[in-house]
């Protein structure tokens, strides 16, 4: 059961109707939630909520412990078993295959390979439970007494595939507090539910076609084809997983809650590190606090060397958080080294640039991290590190000259209502964010009055979104539709 | 700034709104006469009724027997006899209206000879094909031990498809072209006039240009010309090169291949002083080969038509398989036999 689909869209109504009708009691919602996100994980596997169960229950027992314990040589002891525990699941079904494939591959003993069901958004999910244990470790935040609330928060079903990864200090209080809901966070909402099924249906499930045919055909194409292809990827992963996240998030506010934004248009980056603060934000955070920082802190007689070893080791991670193959690996690993450069280069970088116009640097610094990231993107889709070496090496001969598949202009449209959408709302809080868009303002000259002016903008919204529909409506019944890119980690 | 968002947005409302349009069906827009609108407009309403017709059909009846059901005791089933009958009859009405035209029109059997399973189509279709070829003297060539001879792997696209390889359609290519040498003097007699041409001669949206993988991970290229065929050029009148016409089911239309890759391109590298293109869609029948027929391909005027079949295009005849596939839209009714079959199949 995914977002877009019927089935989905019946068990919401019900939940909606159910968790409202109870907004008095806050625990009875909760447990409402809870049933809903089981019942709602169950659909991928049986078993998959009984593993997610056993997690819950670990970390809401560790949670307190930890925090009944006084002494600090015992509470160390507990947060590192703890690690140990809700970590382990993680490493052994999703990541025993590639250290038995390594180690036989390396020693040359013959290993059979082992066929583990690895629960979709087990990565997620185990992330929001490190981070929980760490933050009541630290003293951040107060162990959850309740295991209902606890439950809530853990499974909550618009992030528990692929998140974002909730912070447990923002969101948790709010699975506490009584909820509201409003008039304007139901117009967010619609609009964010509303543009992630754009981004997923009409041009994610377009545009993966055309990616499909590049990589299936990576043997015979051309550089310039090849390159079409790592951007459409690029584009396609982009679309699919923030479509994604914008509907959890939308999904979430219907709910009560706010998540914060997991994507702000990475489009516009000038630097890779800059990137990485519009690019899946939620998992970038994750991994700035509970492995960066310490790391930095770790290494901190190693002067800015404990800066570089400390991007080098988070990046290395969270390239292999994504997937149990080297070439995952790679992918991090190339990021890494780009941000050690800038990290190494900052002050003549910004003394290179400031002599130039602002729209020059803007576009060399758009322009290079975009086409690193893209370039870095092809090992997260080739079958392998030797496959993406050869997709590059393609697309940096003179390959790139060539005419590319005649499809190219078909597939590349759907990236351009994208790109205008998301650049114009980069600095908004929520999707289609009216003033951001300079509607109010726009309304505003059209007529005086505060009223009309409420209405103008209405209507634009409303045909803005009449507009979406229509689109989403068109494609929903055509598309073959494609699995969510991120259920695989 | 404020100017800037207005025409982002009204960009982004224009791109969605022609992206969205511009794909529904692929159909593409123009400008029309008043009678031809008027025509459109009633060939549209005439579509648009079939097509209720149809989904009732398929709504009552919605199951189809698959490959060997209605063979389990043996061709003796009254069902399969009306089938065979059928079959017989669509193939006379084919090959008359294609000789009719002065084209020279040969059969290949497609079905590949499978010595671990026993393959009841197979079994008693592929020798009924040839007797009744036979019978209505149509020259036939079976490809079935030249497939088998090969590694199912090398030549299908198993396990993810049963279509075709390129090596698989290159085989059948190679194949082909002695009966191309062979009838290399065979002529049509027949010049349609400008005015009788339909718009397009293949089932396609004309200039058609995108990836497809039926679902199946197995992303391929599909172009057409202008005329709604797969080929890299439009065909032109009068004709200036002898024609050769594939025109099957999916054996010839070769999904999962790019266009350079499939059967008629490979016989159109093999033979540059011919034209030679397939008309040929995913689960076509025989009835469909007829209306395709004589509703577009037979004013390409080819001089040689092949005709790519096999052993359980017979069972394909079964009214509900028909209403799922048929290309045209028209609904098939189920005759009293197959009514009664169908009944005790799937109604008790």
């Known amino acids: 059961m995914v977002f877009n689909s019927e089935q989905f869209a019946i068990f919401f109504a019900i939940i909606f109707v159910v968790y409202w009708s109870l907004f008095k009691y806050r625990l009875a919602q909760n447990l409402v939630l809870v049933v809903g996100s089981f019942y709602f994980y169950s659909f991928f596997h049986y078993s998959f909520p009984i593993y997610l169960g056993c997690l819950i229950l670990a970390t809401y027992l560790f949670g307190l412990w930890i925090q009944r314990t006084e002494d600090e040589v015992k509470r160390k002891i507990l947060q590192y078993l703890s690690l140990f525990v809700l970590s382990f699941g993680l490493i052994y079904l999703k990541y025993s295959g590639l250290l038995i494939g390594s180690i036989s591959g390396l020693s040359g003993w013959q290993a059979s390979a082992l066929h583990l069901l690895v629960p979709v958004g087990i990565s997620f999910y185990t992330f929001s439970s490190i981070g929980y244990i760490l933050d009541v470790y630290r003293g951040k935040i107060d162990a959850e007494r309740n295991l209902v609330t606890f439950a809530a928060y853990l499974s909550c079903f618009p992030y528990l595939l692929i998140g974002p990864i909730p912070a447990a200090r923002t969101v948790l209080p709010q699975f506490r507090q009584p909820s509201k809901l409003t008039l304007q966070g139901i117009d967010q909402s619609v609009g964010e539910i509303l543009w992630g099924l754009f981004k997923k249906i009409v041009v994610a499930d377009n545009i993966s076609l055309g990616v499909n045919y590049c990589f299936a055909h990576q043997s015979e194409l051309q550089g310039s084809s090849l390159l079409l292809g790592v951007v459409l990827f690029y584009f396609y992963l982009y679309a699919d997983f923030s479509g994604y996240s914008d509907m959890a998030r939308g999904l979430a506010r219907l709910l009560g809650f706010d998540i914060a934004r997991n994507f702000n248009s990475p489009f516009t980056a000038r630097s890779i590190t800059e990137f990485w603060r519009k690019w899946h934000i939620s998992l970038t955070n994750w991994f700035y606090e509970y492995v960066f920082n310490p790391i930095v802190i770790g290494l901190r007689n190693w002067g800015r060397f404990s800066i570089a070893a400390a991007i080098l080791l988070t990046f290395g991670l969270s390239g292999i958080w994504h997937g149990a193959d080297w070439k995952f690996g790679v992918w991090g690993l190339l990021h890494s080294f780009a941000m050690i450069y800038e990290y190494y280069t900052a002050d003549q970088r910004e003394k290179f640039f400031s002599k130039m116009p602002w729209f020059l640097s803007g576009f060399i610094g758009i322009f290079f991290t975009l086409g690193y990231a893209i370039l870095a993107e092809t090992f997260f889709r080739a079958d392998s590190i030797s496959e993406g070496l050869e997709i590059n090496r393609k697309i940096l001969s003179m390959g790139l000259f060539t005419t590319p598949v005649s499809f190219s202009v078909k597939y590349l449209k759907w990236c351009a209502p994208l790109l205008i959408v998301e650049i114009i709302q980069q600095k908004g809080t929520y999707v289609f964010d009216m003033e951001q868009w300079g509607l109010s303002r726009f309304a505003g000259k059209l007529t005086k009055s505060a009223k009309n002016i409420n209405f103008v903008t209405l209507i634009i919204k409303s045909l803005l979104y009449i507009i979406l529909c229509y689109c989403i409506w068109l494609f929903y019944k055509r598309m073959n539709m494609a699995e969510y890119y991120y259920f695989k980690f | ?348």
């Open chain 2, 1 to 348: 700034m404020r100017k800037t968002v207005i025409f982002s947005i009204a960009c982004f409302s224009v791109v969605s709104f022609l992206a969205a349009c511009g794909n529904k069906d692929g159909k593409a827009t123009g400008g029309n006469t008043k009678s031809e609108a008027a025509k459109t407009e009633a060939a549209d309403r005439a579509l648009a009724e079939n097509r209720a017709k149809l989904d009732k059909l398929n709504q009552d009846y919605p199951r189809m027997p698959t490959d060997g059901t209605l063979l389990v005791n043996g061709p003796d089933n009254p069902v399969y006899q009306e089938l065979e009958h059928r079959y017989e009859t669509d193939l006379a009405e084919l090959k008359k209206n294609v000789e009719g035209t002065g084209a020279k029109m040969v059969a290949i059997l497609l079905s590949v000879h499978k010595n671990d399973k026993e393959d009841l189509s197979e079994k008693y279709g592929t020798p009924y094909v040839k007797s009744v070829c036979t019978k209505m003297g149509l020259e036939y060539f079976d490809f079935g031990p030249v497939l088998a001879a090969h590694d199912e792997k090398e030549i299908k696209q198993v396990p993810k498809d049963a279509h075709w390889t390129k090596v698989g359609a290159k085989l059948i290519a190679d194949n082909i072209a002695p009966f191309i040498k062979k009838y290399a003097s065979a002529a049509s007699t027949v010049v349609y006039k400008d005015t009788e041409r339909p718009e397009t001669f293949g089932d396609l949206p004309p200039n058609d240009d995108e990836v497809l993988d039926g679902g199946k991970d197995l992303p391929y290229h599909v172009k057409a010309n202008a005329q709604g065929v797969r080929m890299d050029h439009n065909l032109t009148f009068p004709k200036k090169k002898k024609r050769v016409l594939l025109l099957g089911d999916s054996g010839f239309y070769c999904p999962f291949l790019d266009n350079e890759f499939t059967i008629a391109s490979v016989l159109q590298q093999q033979f540059p002083d011919y034209e030679i293109y397939a008309v040929a869609g995913i689960s076509w029948t025989l009835t469909d080969f007829i209306s395709m027929w004589n509703e577009k391909v037979k004013f390409t005027e080819p001089d040689i038509v092949i005709l790519g079949t096999n052993g359980n295009d017979i069972e394909d005849l079964f009214f509900t398989h028909c209403n799922h596939f048929s290309r045209n839209e028209k609904p098939t009714y189920p005759s009293p036999v197959e009514e009664k079959y169908y009944q005790q199949m799937y109604r008790q």
